[in-house]
C-alpha cells in the first residue's frame, strides 16, 4: 500500500523567502515520487519527479526536492520565493508509473 | 511535450441531464486514461483507469453505472456523468499514460469544472 502525507495545508512566505513544502511517503516498493503545482481551475503541471539515481532533482522553476528514503520523505525547496509561485503543490508517489496516490495538497501564499 | 485536451472546460447542467466530457492525447497514445475528481480545496481522488479497448475498472465507492467511462481509441477517452445531480459538481481531470523517459509516466488535462443546477 502506498500513501503521501504533505505536512502544512497552507504555508506562507515571504517574497524571496525560502519555500519549504514537506512530503512524507510509505511505500511497500521503491517508489517513484511527483511534486505537481496546481493553479486556480487548470490541471496539474509537473514539477519534477525521482525515478532513480541522484536523490536531488532539480525541477522547473527554480524548484528541487531531495528523497531521503531514510526519512521516507520528498520535500520541496526554491530558495527564493516569486509571488507567481502562489499556487497549489500536491505531492505524489507510484510504484508503477501507473497508479498515483496524492497528498491533500499544501497551498502556498507568497506575501509581498 | 506530452500534451492532454479535455473538452469542455467547463459546463453547467440541468439535474438530470447527462454530460460528455472528452479526454485527448495530442501526440502520443495513451494506452491508459485515468480520471480524477477534484472537490474544492482538495486533493485529487482517482476514479478510475481506463484501458483502451477494455472496460474501465473503478476504485471502490465510484458507481459505474453513473460515470460511464469509454476508451474508444489510443488517443480518446470519454467520462460521461449520467443523470447529474447538484452533487456531481466538480473538477474533473483525466490524465494520459505514455512512456516517458524510461518509466510510465502520466499527463494531465487541465480539467473540466462541472457544475449541476
Known amino acids: 500500500a502506498q500513501s503521501v502525507t504533505q505536512l502544512g495545508s497552507h504555508v506562507s512566505v515571504s517574497e524571496g523567502a525560502l519555500v519549504l513544502l514537506r512530503c512524507n511517503y510509505s511505500?511497500?516498493?521503491?517508489?517513484?515520487l511527483f511534486w505537481y503545482v496546481q493553479y486556480p481551475n487548470q490541471g496539474l503541471q509537473l514539477l519534477l519527479k525521482y525515478t532513480t539515481g541522484a536523490t536531488l532533482v532539480k525541477g522547473i522553476n527554480g524548484f528541487e526536492a531531495e528523497f531521503k528514503k531514510s526519512e521516507t520523505s520528498f520535500h520541496l525547496t526554491k530558495p527564493s520565493a516569486h509571488m507567481s509561485d502562489a499556487a497549489e503543490y500536491f505531492c505524489?508517489?507510484?510504484?508503477?508509473?501507473?497508479?498515483?496516490?496524492f497528498g491533500t495538497g499544501t497551498s502556498l501564499t507568497v506575501i509581498p | 511535450g506530452a500534451v492532454v485536451s479535455q473538452h469542455p472546460s467547463w459546463v453547467i447542467c440541468k439535474s438530470g441531464t447527462s454530460v460528455k466530457i472528452e479526454c485527448r492525447s495530442l501526440?502520443?497514445?495513451?494506452?491508459?486514461m485515468f480520471w480524477y475528481r477534484q472537490f474544492p480545496k482538495q486533493s485529487l481522488m482517482l476514479m478510475a483507469t481506463?484501458?483502451?479497448?477494455?472496460?474501465?475498472?473503478?476504485e471502490q465507492g465510484v458507481e459505474k453505472d453513473k460515470f460511464l467511462i469509454n476508451h474508444a481509441s489510443l488517443t480518446l477517452s470519454t467520462l460521461t456523468v449520467t443523470s447529474a445531480h447538484p452533487e456531481d459538481s466538480s473538477f474533473y481531470i483525466c490524465?494520459?499514460?505514455?512512456?516517458?523517459?524510461?518509466?510510465?509516466?502520466?499527463?494531465f488535462g487541465p480539467g473540466t469544472r462541472l457544475t449541476v443546477t
Open positions: 501526440d502520443f497514445q495513451a494506452t491508459t
Open positions: 490524465s494520459a499514460g505514455g512512456q516517458g523517459r524510461g518509466i510510465y509516466e502520466q499527463y
Open positions: 505524489a508517489v507510484s510504484s508503477t508509473g501507473n497508479q498515483f496516490y
Open positions: 481506463s484501458n483502451e479497448g477494455s472496460k474501465a475498472t473503478y
Open positions: 511505500s511497500s516498493v521503491p517508489p517513484y
